[in-house]
């Protein structure tokens, strides 16, 4: 723990080195060097010698009043009644700190006899509540009292009456020792010949103790050493006893590996024996399995020659069939188009070459625009064409028992298709080929039920061209809108009705059809039907 931090920019660090070597010669310790060890946060030994310290200085200058650092610092100080501020550039402190008194540092070298410095140690020795243990400048220090030299007069001097008494008193204690001495010396010659009878007395008693000692010792040495014979004697028979039994075992061993070699001799020719009888049978096996394999190639060259015959007469059958089948196709084809130029004629069909055949079929995905899931695949495929229109159907993936067949033709309508939850694209999907779309005929006029006592009329217009993507593909098509409102007298609300359709020449049909439907221009129904395959006679 240090006594003093010292808080600074970094700008002014030499100013801060030469503050902490004063403060350090007058005994308290310093804390200033912001050199991090390795493993350590810098705000984390901050923080930690900032709680530690007994006192902390700020330096204020131009730089550290602009510095987060030296604020937050200060401000830690402050908290703890422990901030001694500081100048060393004649500045004014941020804004807290201004009614601190502070001690003027400006233009100091380092001179530790300056009336600033001498003030910043009397602040510190009352923050610190201990005065400086090292050499305090002069002024500080107070004038010591000097001895004076006497000067004379009646009266002797005190040293000298003392230095009298002391002689005296020596001289006395000499005497003394001199006559106890002599008694003394009387006494310790009795007590020195009292005490020599007393070693020899002592000496001859510890003899015969010692010779009593040295014959026990000799007989207990005699006795350890007839235990160490008797040990020997019964080593030497555990030895040869232990050779006897080992030798027993050995003899026992070879007898045991003889008998295993010899068993193990034996069924080695046993196994032989057996091997060679087993290569024996398998040689046998293996020519009855090659004459089997002969004659099974044999047999199946036969078979495949015979295989070969019939798939040749097979597919001249084949071929003949096919003959006969892609003529009555064509000749059918021939009818067929005989009859769609038939029925185009009578249908009035503006665009011919857009008008379907029969076997053409289109796949569509329906998705709800409120759950953004896909509910059913909806196939609709041209079953016959004829002078009342083109006769369709419709398979519904979500209801494999529902089947619907209409006729559509030159008048756009909404077929009535019961059994279905939600309205399929049947509004005019071969416009393009009863009207042409290409600035031709005015486009009709069809009538949606779009509430139990509401019924919008829907005109019909060409909006441009658009290039749409589709699960099937990239289209260029024509895009067509028909757009209506009616009011519901019984919902009592206005009723806004729109679909869209986008019609692609290439797949004679719609690829993109959208139906949205609005009540107070809030969204009843957002349908999406989009192409996912097709096929279309050429």
Same mark, same amino acid.
């Given at each position: 723990?240090?006594?003093?931090?010292?808080?600074y %920019?970094?700008?002014? *660090?030499?100013? #801060?080195?030469?503050? +902490?070597?004063?403060?350090?010669?007058?005994?308290w310790?310093?804390w200033?060097?912001?050199?991090?060890?390795? /493993?350590?946060t810098?705000?984390? @030994?901050i923080e930690?010698?900032?709680?530690?310290?007994?006192?902390?200085i700020?330096?204020?200058?131009?730089?550290?009043?602009?510095s987060r650092?030296?604020?937050?610092e200060?401000?830690e100080g402050?908290?703890?009644?422990?901030?001694?501020?500081?100048?060393?550039?004649?500045?004014?402190?941020?804004?807290?700190?201004?009614?601190?008194?502070a001690a003027n540092?400006?233009?100091?070298?380092?001179d530790?006899? !300056?009336?600033g410095?001498?003030d910043?140690?009397r602040?510190?020795? !009352?923050?610190?509540?201990?005065?400086?243990?090292?050499?305090?400048?002069?002024?500080?220090?107070?004038?010591?009292?000097?001895?004076?030299?006497?000067?004379?007069?009646?009266? *002797?001097?005190?040293?000298l009456?003392? /230095?009298a &008494?002391?002689?005296?008193?020596?001289?006395?204690?000499? +005497?003394g020792? $001199?006559?106890?001495?002599?008694?003394h010396?009387?006494?310790?010659?009795?007590? =020195?010949e009292?005490?020599? *009878?007393?070693?020899?007395?002592?000496?001859?008693?510890?003899?015969?103790?010692?010779?009593?000692?040295?014959k026990?010792?000799?007989?207990?040495?005699?006795?350890?050493?007839?235990?160490r014979?008797?040990? =020997?004697?019964a080593?030497?028979?555990?030895?040869?006893? $232990?050779?006897? &039994?080992?030798?027993d075992?050995e003899?026992?061993?070879?007898?045991?590996? $003889?008998? %295993?070699q010899?068993?193990?001799e &034996?069924?080695?020719?046993?196994q032989?024996k057996?091997?060679?009888?087993?290569?024996?049978a398998?040689?046998?096996?293996?020519?009855?399995?090659e004459?089997?394999r002969?004659?099974?190639?044999?047999?199946? %060259?036969?078979? %495949?020659?015979a295989? *070969?015959?019939?798939l040749a007469?097979?597919?001249?059958?084949?071929?003949?069939?096919?003959?006969?089948?892609?003529?009555?196709? #064509?000749a059918?084809?021939?009818?067929?188009?005989?009859?769609?130029?038939?029925?185009?004629k009578?249908?009035?069909?503006?665009?011919?070459?857009?008008?379907? !055949?029969?076997g053409?079929?289109?796949s569509?995905?329906?998705?709800d625009g409120?759950?953004?899931?896909?509910?059913?695949?909806?196939?609709?495929?041209?079953?016959?064409?004829t002078?009342?229109g083109?006769?369709?159907?419709?398979?519904?993936?979500?209801?494999?028992?529902?089947?619907?067949?209409v006729?559509?033709?030159? &008048?756009?309508?909404?077929?009535?298709?019961?059994?279905?939850?939600?309205?399929?694209?049947?509004?005019?999907?071969?416009?393009q080929?009863?009207?042409?779309?290409?600035?031709?005929?005015?486009?009709?006029?069809?009538?949606?039920?779009?509430?139990?006592?509401?019924? @919008?009329?829907m005109r019909?217009?060409?909006?441009?061209?658009?290039?749409?993507?589709?699960?099937? /593909?990239?289209?260029d098509?024509?895009?067509?809108? #028909?757009?209506?409102? +009616?009011y519901?007298?019984?919902k009592?609300?206005q009723?806004?009705?729109?679909?869209t359709?986008w019609?692609?020449?290439?797949?004679?049909?719609?690829?993109?059809?959208?139906?949205?439907?609005?009540?107070r221009?809030l969204?009843?129904?957002?349908?999406?039907?989009e192409?996912?395959?097709y096929r279309?006679?050429p």
């Amino acid at each position: 723990m240090s006594d003093i931090f010292i808080s600074y %920019a970094s700008v002014d *660090r030499d100013r #801060a080195r030469e503050l +902490a070597t004063q403060l350090e010669r007058l005994g308290w310790s310093v804390w200033w060097d912001r050199q991090i060890q390795a /493993g350590k946060t810098f705000a984390g @030994v901050i923080e930690s010698e900032i709680d530690c310290c007994r006192c902390v200085i700020v330096l204020w200058s131009r730089a550290s009043v602009d510095s987060r650092w030296v604020r937050d610092e200060a401000n830690e100080g402050l908290k703890r009644e422990a901030l001694v501020p500081v100048f060393i550039e004649p500045v004014d402190p941020p804004l807290g700190f201004r009614s601190i008194h502070a001690a003027n540092l400006a233009g100091w070298r380092g001179d530790p006899e !300056s009336p600033g410095f001498r003030d910043l140690v009397r602040d510190l020795s !009352s923050t610190l509540n201990s005065p400086p243990a090292g050499n305090l400048p002069p002024s500080d220090r107070g004038e010591r009292s000097r001895p004076r030299p006497n000067d004379g007069g009646g009266k *002797r001097p005190p040293w000298l009456i003392l /230095g009298a &008494a002391a002689i005296l008193v020596i001289a006395i204690g000499v +005497a003394g020792v $001199a006559y106890f001495r002599a008694d003394h010396d009387v006494q310790v010659t009795d007590r =020195a010949e009292e005490a020599r *009878r007393k070693a020899e007395a002592d000496a001859a008693r510890q003899g015969t103790e010692l010779d009593a000692k040295r014959k026990e010792l000799e007989a207990q040495r005699a006795e350890l050493d007839a235990a160490r014979r008797a040990q =020997a004697e019964a080593d030497a028979r555990r030895r040869a006893e $232990a050779e006897a &039994a080992a030798r027993d075992a050995e003899a026992k061993v070879a007898a045991r590996e $003889a008998e %295993a070699q010899r068993r193990a001799e &034996a069924e080695a020719a046993r196994q032989l024996k057996a091997e060679r009888d087993r290569l024996g049978a398998a040689e046998d096996a293996r020519r009855k399995a090659e004459a089997a394999r002969r004659a099974a190639a044999e047999e199946a %060259a036969r078979k %495949a020659d015979a295989e *070969r015959a019939r798939l040749a007469a097979a597919k001249d059958a084949q071929r003949l069939e096919e003959e006969r089948k892609a003529q009555a196709a #064509a000749a059918r084809a021939k009818e067929a188009e005989r009859a769609s130029r038939a029925a185009a004629k009578a249908l009035a069909v503006k665009n011919p070459e857009m008008l379907p !055949s029969v076997g053409d079929s289109w796949s569509y995905r329906y998705v709800d625009g409120f759950r953004r899931a896909e509910l059913a695949r909806l196939t609709y495929r041209i079953e016959d064409i004829t002078g009342d229109g083109l006769t369709e159907s419709l398979a519904v993936s979500s209801r494999p028992d529902f089947a619907s067949r209409v006729v559509v033709n030159r &008048a756009p309508t909404f077929p009535l298709r019961s059994g279905l939850n939600f309205s399929p694209p049947d509004l005019a999907p071969y416009l393009q080929a009863f009207y042409g779309l290409d600035g031709g005929p005015r486009l009709p006029t069809v009538t949606r039920q779009v509430t139990s006592d509401a019924s @919008v009329d829907m005109r019909m217009r060409v909006v441009g061209t658009d290039a749409v993507t589709v699960p099937a /593909g990239r289209f260029d098509t024509i895009k067509v809108e #028909a757009e209506g409102r +009616a009011y519901s007298l019984f919902k009592q609300l206005q009723v806004h009705s729109i679909i869209t359709i986008w019609y692609a020449p290439k797949v004679k049909r719609f690829v993109k059809y959208t139906a949205q439907s609005f009540e107070r221009e809030l969204p009843v129904e957002l349908n999406t039907f989009e192409l996912v395959e097709y096929r279309v006679n050429p």
